[in-house]
Every structure is written in C-alpha cells, then in structure tokens.
C-alpha cells in the first residue's frame, strides 16, 4: 500500500464536470493498492495518517493531529502510485493491486476512517477525475511499505 497525504486548506475531486467530494482544512489522501494488501494492511496505514502530527500547535511546530484540528479527508484513488520507472520511459504498473481488490481495500479504507473522522469524502474509483488543492505548506507525506 502507498499514500500520497497532502496537508490542504481546501480540497476537492470532479468527475464529468461535477464535484463529487469537497473538503476544507484536512488531509488530501492518494491511496495506492499493491497486489499484497490486505484489510490488516490497511488498517496499519489508516492508523498510522490518523495519528500523523502534521498540524501546526500554536507555537507553530507540526504537533498535531487530524482531529486535533478537527480536520477533514479526501480519500482518492490512485493506482499509478505503483508506477516502476525503471526501465524505458513508459512506467509499468505490475505491481499495483487487481482492479477488483484495489476498490474493495479503498472503499474498505473510506468506512473505516468514517468511523473517527466526522467528514470523509471520496473519489471514484477507476473514473477519470480532476483533482484540485490548495496544499498547506506546502506539507506532503509519502507512506509506504519502506517507512512503515
């Protein structure tokens, strides 16, 4: 699994013209699926962007949470996280998870955080979007199987 987390002032994903998941002050969430992952995987990764300190206290140190700062989610998702540069000039996704098991963890991944987030909007999956952001900071954090 990878996650490409944005700290935004603002968010927001369209598809075909039509806003279908808006947030303010929050995480803006790039989920990626490998051929591997399972719901224990993602409940690791959703634990660990839950407690991630990358809001600013009063004193302007990154010491606090999503929910210290009553923040909101945008869950997107985004096989191409998997993309393998290595060869060529074409990547190669052959390790990004089936379709079918990548929705399956991702929509997994949108209840669970519903549980403790009180605003978790989403993508589509699969369908062309436009992504749109104000980054804060600007603040990006990559997790992945290599720091976690």
Known sequence: ???????????EVKV????????????LVFVGVGQND??????KYLKKLLGLRIFEDEAG?????????NGELLMVSQFTLYANCK?????SFIEAGS???ANELYEYMIAEARKSVPKV????????????????????????????
């Open 61 to 69: 140190k990154t010491n606090l949470s999503l929910s210290d700062v």
């Open 87 to 91: 060869k060529g000039n074409r990547p």
């Open 99 to 101: 379709p079918d098991k």
């Open 121 to 148: 909007e989403h993508g589509s999956f699969g369908a062309d979007m436009k992504v749109s952001l104000e980054n804060d900071g600007p603040f990006t954090v990559i997790l992945d199987e290599a720091i976690m």
């Open 16 to 27: 075909d013209g039509e806003t279908i998941g808006s947030i303010g002050k929050g995480l």
């Open 38 to 43: 399972t719901r224990e995987i993602a409940d």
């Open 1 to 11: 699994m990878k996650l490409l987390i944005q700290r935004v002032n603002h968010a």
